[in-house]
């Protein structure tokens, strides 16, 4: 069946540090590629999202890249805040990647 | 605008029990999804549904079944709880275009334990 993978499964940064997560997909149809943020009990809310016809996106800290070619595409923060720290997921054809668990340190 | 709705927020359920969970969207989206979210195995999607009165099979599927009787609601039945299925419980809900083509839109979770 279609996979997701993401790496790393954890990652520690110091404030002010940039953080960056990556995601391989299998589905060469697929053309959406969100990424959604977890706080702790709480559900998943979208952060940012890429288009397959998109190479790059940002949004003010928070910014993804996409390569088609090589089916994997990556979350960029920069400048990264204690209120960062959460999991997050990447998707693809509603496949879900295992989650990074983000933890900056003040 | 309450977004997604979950009820119950927790449950707790002997082994052979049955139990409904309800999702509610007041956005009018077509699309709604109920995933299980394990430690480790990131989520997975049981069910979702394109329309009022279609449902679909995800990737796991066994063990649920669920309705959308209504456009706003969509409901995840157990009809024989497993330990196998303690889990946390996600509903989503999409506008267009279901197959992973738009932004899910998460309730905050329905925490089932089955001892």
């Known amino acids: 069946g279609e996979n997701v993978e993401q790496h790393p499964s954890t990652l520690s940064v110091q404030e002010g540090d940039s953080a960056v997560i990556k995601c391989t997909y299998s589905?060469?149809?697929?053309?959406?590629f969100p990424w959604y943020k977890q706080e702790l009990g709480k559900g998943p809310q979208l952060i940012i999202d890429?288009?397959?016809?998109?190479g790059e996106k940002k949004d003010q800290r928070i910014a993804v890249t996409l390569n088609k070619t090589a089916k994997h595409f990556s979350l960029h923060i920069t400048e990264t805040q204690p209120e960062d720290s959460a999991v997050y997921f990447c998707?693809?054809?509603?496949?879900f990647g295992k989650g990074t668990t983000l933890s900056v340190s003040s | 605008n309450a977004g997604v709705t979950q009820t119950p927020k927790f449950r707790v359920l002997k082994t052979g029990q049955s139990m409904t969970l309800l999702c509610a969207q007041d956005?009018?989206?077509?699309?709604m999804y109920w995933y299980r979210q394990d430690p480790g195995m990131g989520l997975r999607l049981i069910h979702y549904?394109?329309?009022?009165?279609?449902?679909a099979k995800g990737e796991v599927p066994d063990g649920y079944n669920v309705s959308r009787l209504k456009k706003q609601n969509f409901l995840l039945g157990l009809e024989s709880a497993a330990p196998s299925q303690t889990s946390v419980y996600f509903c989503?809900?999409?506008?267009?275009?279901?197959?992973?083509?738009?932004?899910?839109?998460f309730g905050p979770g329905t925490r089932l334990t089955v001892l």
């Open positions: 589905d060469s149809a697929s053309n959406y």
């Open positions: 890429i288009r397959s016809n998109v």
């Open positions: 998707s693809s054809a509603l496949i």
């Open positions: 549904s394109v329309g009022e009165g279609t449902t």
């Open positions: 956005m009018n989206h077509e699309y």
């Open positions: 989503a809900s999409s506008q267009i275009a279901g197959g992973g083509t738009d932004t899910q839109y």
